[in-house]
Nanobody, 124 residues
Framework: VQLQASGGGLVQAGGSLRLSCAAS????????LGWFRQAPGKERELIAA????????YYRDSVKGRFTISRDNAMNTVYLQMNDLEPEDTAVYYC??????????????????WGQGTLVTVSS
């Protein structure tokens, strides 16, 4: 599977953005997918993950209730809806996938397919 992320930009605190991750090569419903982010000077962190075949979704505590991961099977695209954004959400956001058959949504080392990052900047 190949991934291409888009949708980043500049938004004021309290605003919303929706990131998209277009997949090709395999149906998104069959793989474990995650959204990561990396803020300046910090390590990359997993913020949301899902494997729809297993009806499993994970959110990092800091984004629970504000971010939602979803999919459009027809478009073979995964989305990350981000609401009530905070300056602390400023980061480069990445979508990633695990190899077909892998179901370790919270195991960061299992994500071996990456899209390019998209920058999200939240101003105060």
């Amino acid at each position: 599977v190949q991934l291409q992320a888009s949708g980043g930009g500049l938004v004021q605190a309290g605003g919303s953005l929706r990131l998209s991750c277009a997949a090709s090569g395999r149906a998104i419903s069959t793989v474990t997918l995650g959204w990561f982010r990396q803020a300046p000077g910090k390590e990359r962190e997993l913020i949301a993950a899902s494997r729809w075949r297993n009806n499993f979704t994970y959110y990092r505590d800091s984004v629970k209730g504000r971010f939602t991961i979803s999919r459009d099977n027809a478009m073979n695209t995964v989305y990350l809806q981000m609401n009530d954004l905070e300056p602390e959400d400023t980061a480069v956001y990445y979508c990633a996938a695990q190899s077909y058959g892998s179901f370790n949504p919270t195991n960061v080392s299992k994500y071996n397919i990456w899209g390019q990052g998209t920058l999200v900047t939240v101003s105060s």
